[in-house]
């Protein structure tokens, strides 16, 4: 194939309005187009380069990349440029054609979505003594928290927005332990509080960013953050916050979960609404936790577990304050630590004791699933559908350490542990572009 110098393009453009020299002599004209590759598939927002190849009607080629008109028939999948570079601008296929005069060439461009998977958590060497390193995951690439050195710190939450990948945790000064948010990688503020504290859980919404957390200040209380200021401890009527809470908006509105408890007395699964007791969560009068909360058109979805006959705590599910529980072991402690609604399907993520060890488990609409085998202690302790697909963050203990593992439709994957050498991870996120 030629390659047109300008001298052979103002010859070859002569050639393609059908030019005669001395009136006998007729120049082969453009015969058609070629473009390529052909039917390619890129994911979104990659760009592509695509090439046009002329035959004139003597058979010969030349590379006429430049001097065609590129059009993408779908620009809400892909763009393209006059040099005939394409970038992906969302999901689906665009005929991406290439035309000079009448003759014109095309082929189909696939554009498929691009998925990133965060995760964040924290590497330790033993897990009662530590120490405890805050780090995140993007894509299975780890990336340390920033804290203070030789202090302990660990993520607990994760959010995206935009561009933006936003986590809560907490690190100790020295003195204290210090709730924070971290924002693409760097500190974006300590969250103030009467006493140590931790922030538990991050949701972005409208542009600010809400945290929920606790702080001890003679009791433990839980507590609401706004853009780094606090907005308001959760009533507890007197008693003592426990647990961690868990955070959810919608149409502006800040749903809490989680639990406290008056003197001796059994521990009371909580939905706060906006500063507010909204209720309590049915345990049948006995000690109870709410893990995680999902909220959709004003319908609280929470799940969780409860204390049964002094005995054992088993998973449970609540919706509107009524409870169902998980199916699970008879007689071991199992729990709900996350959820997620999705068309309707409610997803929990959490962990089943077999009797010896606690198992990975996700329930579907009460269906048990199995994520890792026996023999070794597992858990799931966050979930996201995104796409039909379900993603879930947790460890697997391989004999040895804790590693800590991202579930995609039941299929296990390892991420890296730094320093560890155990890790796990508590939060998951997924973006899609």
């Not at 340390?144 to 907490?170: F, I, M, R, T």
């Not at 647990?243 to 749903?255: E, F, H, M, R």
């Not at 058109?297 to 705590?313: D, E, F, I, K």
């Not at 800590?404 to 296990?412: E, F, L, N, Q, S």
């Amino acid at each position: 194939m030629k390659k047109l110098t300008t001298i052979l393009g103002l010859f070859f453009i002569m050639n393609l309005i059908g030019c005669t020299v001395g009136g006998n002599i007729v120049i082969p004209t453009l015969a058609s187009i070629t473009v390529t590759p052909s039917n390619p598939s890129i994911v979104n927002t990659t760009p592509l380069q695509f090439t046009a190849t002329a035959t004139d009607t003597g058979g010969n080629t030349y590379d006429i990349t430049s001097y065609v008109t590129w059009t993408s028939a779908t620009t809400t999948v892909a763009t393209i440029s006059s040099s005939g570079i394409a970038t992906g601008t969302g999901a689906g296929t665009s005929v991406i054609t290439a035309s000079l005069n009448s003759v014109s060439g095309s082929t189909t461009l696939t554009v498929t979505k691009l998925v990133t998977v965060y995760a964040v958590g924290y590497y330790y060497n033993d897990i009662k003594f530590g120490p405890f390193t805050a780090v995140a995951w993007k894509d299975g690439i780890m990336t340390e928290l920033p804290a203070v050195p030789g202090q302990d710190s660990k993520a607990n939450s994760v959010y995206v927005s935009g561009n933006n990948v936003y986590v809560a945790g907490y690190y100790n000064d020295g003195n204290r332990n210090i709730a924070v948010v971290w924002k693409d990688g760097v500190k974006l503020y300590d969250l103030p509080a009467g006493g140590p504290a931790l922030a538990s859980s991050i949701f972005v919404s409208g542009g600010s960013v809400y945290v929920a957390g606790s702080y001890i200040d003679g009791l433990n209380f839980a507590t609401v953050w706004k853009d780094g200021v606090k907005l308001y401890d959760l009533p507890t009527f007197g008693g003592t916050a426990g647990g961690t809470p868990a955070i959810y908006v919608d149409n502006g509105s800040v749903y809490v979960v989680g639990n406290y408890s008056i003197g001796g007395a059994p521990a009371v699964a909580t939905v706060w609404k906006d500063g507010a007791i909204l209720y309590s969560l049915d345990s049948g009068g006995n000690d109870a936790a709410a893990n995680s909360v999902y909220v959709n058109a004003g319908s609280v979805h929470v799940t969780g577990l409860w204390w049964v006959g002094g005995a054992y705590y088993i998973p449970c599910y609540w919706n509107a304050a009524a409870k169902t529980d998980l199916s699970s072991t008879f007689g071991t402690t199992s729990m709900g630590n996350s959820i997620f609604v999705s068309n309707g399907v409610v997803y929990i993520a959490g962990s089943n004791n077999d009797g010896q060890n606690d198992i990975a488990t996700l329930w579907q609409d009460g269906t048990q699933i199995p994520l890792a085998s026996t023999g070794n202690n597992s858990a799931a302790n966050s979930i996201y559908i995104s796409a039909g697909s379900t993603y879930i963050a947790g460890y697997i203990n391989d004999g040895i350490n804790d590693i800590p593992t991202v579930w995609k439709d039941g299929v296990a994957a390892s991420l890296p542990v730094g320093a560890g050498p155990k890790a796990t991870a508590n939060s998951i996120f997924v973006n899609i572009y």
